[in-house]
């Protein structure tokens, strides 16, 4: 699909979630500007929310797409729009936004090559979702920027962040 009806689709769906987040964000190819997107990425902060029979907030929208992995509640889903185009839905919280954000912006290789491997030679793991020092601390990176200034690595611009 072309950038342009992708990022239409993605700014739909933003806008549809958005009142049941505290923070939400396009990621992925998306963010990168690439010219065909094979899916759309988003990472959100989800207000409070219900499940099941009281079903509410975020999963009231949700629920209603086709789903493909992932059953609310969950840290990750992935559901088919109408449309007919992917949706990778990522959830986190304010410790681990930047993290995640770095992370599901991607490429996968920017990803892995320049922040996986290079947080896991200076004794970092990611588990669950958060960032953990050598000692097994949980480290909290609430921006894409705090996740390069631990690294120490010069903060990419999104649509740079191809190997």
Excluded at 83 to 100: M, P, Q, S
Aim: aromatic letters at 10%; charged letters at 30%.
């Amino acid at each position: 699909m072309k950038y342009s009806k992708a990022k239409r689709i993605a700014d739909s769906v933003l806008q549809e979630l958005k009142p049941h987040c505290e923070r939400i964000e396009i990621a992925g190819s998306i963010r990168r500007k690439k010219e065909y997107p094979n899916d759309i990425e988003i990472v959100a902060i989800p207000k409070p929310y219900d499940v099941d029979l009281f079903e509410s907030g975020i999963a009231t929208v949700v629920n209603k797409w086709e789903r493909v992995k992932g059953t609310l509640p969950c840290r990750y889903t992935q559901r088919i729009l109408p449309e007919g185009i992917k949706l990778d839905l990522f959830f986190a919280t304010y410790d681990n936004w930047g993290l995640i954000f770095a992370i599901r912006t991607g490429s996968a290789e920017f990803s892995h090559q320049k922040l996986a491997t290079v947080w896991v030679k200076q004794g970092y793991h990611s588990k669950d979702g958060m960032l953990h020092n050598q000692f097994g601390k949980q480290l909290p990176i609430r921006e894409e920027i705090d996740l390069f200034n631990l690294l120490g690595i010069d903060w990419v611009e999104p649509i740079d962040r191809i190997i």
